[in-house]
């Protein structure tokens, strides 16, 4: 099975640039659905969750940020590749620990396989992966209202900015909000 999937990963790395945007779609919709351990993109859910956990507000996965990140992937073959190349990585990972892909694994383990892929070696596909894909999906997330239900704010400083800011900081009371 483990050979199957390296090499449907392989076809799919070499063919995509030459397989039409309709076809990427259904093919990345495909893949996205169905039991995690038998889809190219079934850890990327919890990925998104790992980087974007729910905590005091909405997770990544409750704003849809796993969708964000497919659209990309449809108007994009080399997204998609890495997408997929990433997502293959996270499985490999956990096979390594014993379980059947990412999905399966608990919040310390999935977070342990996502510092690796941080520091990993600048340029390796890993390193690329966690590189490209937490700066969209904190994208994708941080442009959604909703997901600044659990920050103390009444919300982005623009346009307007920071009105007082020429003036020295106000001392307040532990955990007062600055309002």
Do not use: N
Request: glycine residues 10%.
């Amino acid at each position: 099975m483990h050979r199957i999937r390296r090499r449907l990963f392989l076809a799919l790395a070499f063919l995509s640039p030459l397989v039409g945007s309709t076809r990427s779609l259904a093919w990345l919709l495909r893949a996205s659905v169905g039991a995690p351990a038998t889809r190219p993109l079934g850890a990327l859910p919890r990925y998104v969750d790992t980087l974007l956990p729910r905590h005091l507000g909405p997770s990544g996965t409750d704003l849809r940020v796993e969708r964000s990140l497919l659209e990309s992937a449809q108007a994009d073959p080399r997204y998609a590749r890495l997408l997929v190349g990433g997502c293959s990585w996270l499985d490999e990972q956990a096979r390594a620990l014993g379980k059947s892909g990412f999905h399966e694994l608990d919040e310390e383990a999935r977070t342990g396989i996502v510092a690796r892929a941080e520091a990993a070696k600048p340029g390796s596909g890993e390193w690329t992966f966690y590189q490209k894909t937490r700066t969209d999906a904190f994208t994708f997330y941080y442009s959604d209202p909703r997901s600044l239900a659990g920050i103390e704010a009444p919300g982005p400083p623009q346009p307007s900015g920071h009105l007082d800011q020429a003036e020295p900081p106000r001392e307040r009371a532990r955990g007062a909000s600055l309002g």
